[in-house]
């Protein structure tokens, strides 16, 4: 069996997208229908799916990252066994994390419900991770093109934030609750942003690749972007504590960092029509697809993003699915639609083959069910939380009348991930069983 | 843009950060309005609602999934207080399962959650909104 690791990363990602998204459907359908599957609770499903999910985007995103340092960056990767050893404790933690929810044994933070020591091998990992990527780009002969810059960011402050999202561990900021819950989440504001980096650099890539032009990816245009991007990640997390009686600089300065991703959404609205244009004209290559559809993702995802972080709009919608709206929206829309064309990309670069027509016509079916599934799936959050939001402001009903009433739109919502699963499931295939073939071969 | 240029602004950005991180967790957070309820019961509660993993379905601030309510000022809601708490931490719901927490878990759960209610309010339901759009609590 011949085992290229960048490729076992994308194909463990594939399967942990595959089962989060089972788990995620549960969940939802746990949420309207109290009796639905009672011998695994919801307080089990949630960092089942968000674990797993989580798991996806690092896994693929670590897995390009490794195999385009290897093949197609001009640097070679320094160690390979470095490499398979991050694979193997990436394996092993993702399973214990996985037992440690079935056996209901939780660290109980938000996100990383796992309990705190297995964070341990996930630093060691990251460690490991970060020596050889930096020890391989530094055999760059010239300036790095952004996307490596991004990685190189991505990679860093993941390890930063990830240390400081367990500073709860010191009583100095345990004991404080406004100090606490500010510090985790300024540190995971930063750490989406982090891993941000890493998909964002790796759609540069592939659309570098796809275009053969190198050259925009030294661009002033392309570093200007990424130092907004960077600045945005280090000083505009706030809007996830606006409500947190911490000082109220931090939300001030958030608030206006935050405005400055207009400029972006500006640049995206000018230039939608050239966008357009180009786009039609790749849309038959599979990895180009998905990149459009993050595309668009990226303007609704940004657009929504802009309006709670203004003050007066989060106050209605924090606390609600709007912000699930908000993480999903980004990192199924934006991440799994990057990370597939990355997939796609190696897998296709890897086996030196194209699929079938039948498998062609199937992953373009899927594309079109996910996206049309998970445009309904976006904006019924969005309802429901708005419809949340405005309920809880005007304080007539109790908490339980309002879920009531945002019970039918949840209700739709629900079925939507069936679709979603269904469409993903089409897309997913192809790959598993190519990624199957060539390791079989 | 030239390599010099990218230094800088990647290490200037950097500098800013260390600043800034250093202020977040010193000035930035030192008021707690809950302090003299912080005993070693309320710390212990906190624990106790990780361990159970409470924040799956309840938010603090907001914060935490949507299944259950806001758990923030539970403790002084009208109509409510430590018995109908209690009530709930006994034997659950349809919803929330029961736990079959010790009393002494009971006991820590309940001074945190009384910590927590002084610290600050959520949902803010009282506010005035501004003309650049930030809001002032009532
Ligand atoms: C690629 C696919 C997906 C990704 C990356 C993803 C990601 C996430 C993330 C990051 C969260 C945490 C949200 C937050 O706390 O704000 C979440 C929560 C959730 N997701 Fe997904 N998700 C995916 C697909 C789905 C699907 C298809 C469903 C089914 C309807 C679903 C149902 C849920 C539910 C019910 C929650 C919990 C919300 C709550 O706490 O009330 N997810 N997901």
Same mark, same amino acid.
């Given at each position: 069996?011949? &085992? ?130 930096? &020890? ?143 786009? &039609? ?25 802009? *309006? ?134 | ?49 990780? &361990?159970?993993?409470?924040? *799956? ?82």
């Amino acid at each position: 069996m011949k &085992k290229e690791v960048g490729l076992l990363f994308v194909t463990l990602g594939l399967v942990a997208l595959l089962s989060g998204v089972i788990f995620g459907v549960i969940g939802a359908f746990q949420f309207v229908f109290p009796e639905f599957i009672t011998t695994v609770s919801f307080v089990k499903i949630r960092p089942l799916h968000v674990s797993l999910v989580v798991a996806w985007i690092f896994s693929c995103a670590i897995g390009g990252i490794y195999y385009y340092m290897n093949n197609c960056c001009g640097t070679g990767l320094w160690s390979g066994k470095l490499a398979k050893m991050h694979f193997r404790i990436f394996v092993i933690t993702g399973l214990l994390i996985l037992i440690c929810y079935f056996m209901g044994k939780f660290g109980g933070r938000e996100y990383w419900e796992f309990p705190a020591i297995l964070s341990i091998p996930i630093f060691f990992s990251w460690i490991l991770f970060g020596i050889n990527y930096f &020890k391989s780009a530094f055999n760059k002969i010239g300036g790095w093109p952004v996307h490596m810059w991004m990685w190189a960011t991505g990679i860093v402050f993941f390890f930063i934030t990830f240390s400081e999202a367990y500073l709860w561990v010191f009583p100095y900021f345990r004991n404080s609750l406004v100090r606490d819950l500010t510090v985790q989440w300024k540190a995971y504001g930063a750490l989406t942003g982090s891993w941000n980096m890493l998909v964002y650099g790796t759609a540069i890539f592939v659309m570098t690749r796809i275009k053969g032009d190198e050259k925009t990816a030294h661009s002033k245009t392309a570093f200007l972007m990424y130092f907004l991007g960077f600045a945005n990640l280090l000083f505009g997390w706030a809007h996830h504590i606006y409500i947190v009686p911490a000082a109220s600089w931090i939300r001030t300065l958030s608030y206006g960092m935050s405005m400055t991703e207009l400029l972006i959404f500006a640049k995206m609205i000018i230039e939608w029509r050239s966008s357009l244009e180009e786009a &039609k004209k790749d849309f038959h290559i599979i990895p180009y697809k998905f990149i459009v559809a993050s595309d668009v993702w990226i303007f609704l995802n940004l657009g929504l993003a802009l *309006a709670i972080s203004v003050p007066a709009v989060n106050i209605y919608s924090h606390g609600t699915h709007v912000t699930v709206a908000h993480s999903m929206g980004s990192t199924i829309g934006i991440n799994t639609m990057i990370l597939l064309a990355s997939a796609f990309f190696l897998i296709s670069d890897i086996t030196k083959s194209d699929f079938s027509a039948a498998q062609k016509k199937q992953i373009s079916l899927g594309f079109w069910l996910f996206n049309l599934f998970f445009t309904v799936f976006w904006c019924c959050l969005i309802i429901a939380g708005i419809q949340k939001g405005i309920l809880t402001v005007e304080d007539k009903l109790s908490f339980q009348e309002v879920m009531t009433k945002i019970q039918p739109v949840l209700t739709i919502f629900a079925f939507c991930g069936i679709g979603v699963l269904a469409g993903l499931t089409l897309v997913v295939s192809p790959l598993l069983l190519s990624a199957y073939r060539y390791f079989k071969s | 843009m030239l390599i010099l240029t990218r230094r800088v602004i990647f290490w200037s950005l950097i500098v800013l950060f260390v600043i800034h991180s250093f202020l977040v967790f010193t000035i930035g957070t030192e008021e707690d309005k809950g302090e003299t309820l912080l005993t070693k019961d309320a710390l212990n509660g906190k624990l106790v609602y990780q &361990k159970y993993n409470c924040t *799956a379905c309840h938010q603090l601030y907001g914060l935490g999934g949507y299944m259950g309510p806001d758990l923030t000022n539970v403790m002084s809601k009208q109509g409510i207080g430590e018995l109908y708490v209690r009530a709930f931490l006994q034997n659950g719901t349809q919803r929330m399962p029961n736990f079959h927490l010790s009393e002494e878990e009971i006991i820590f759960l309940v001074a945190y959650l009384k910590y927590v209610d002084k610290t600050g309010i959520s949902p803010v339901k009282k506010f005035e909104i501004n003309l650049n759009g930030t809001v002032t609590q009532k």
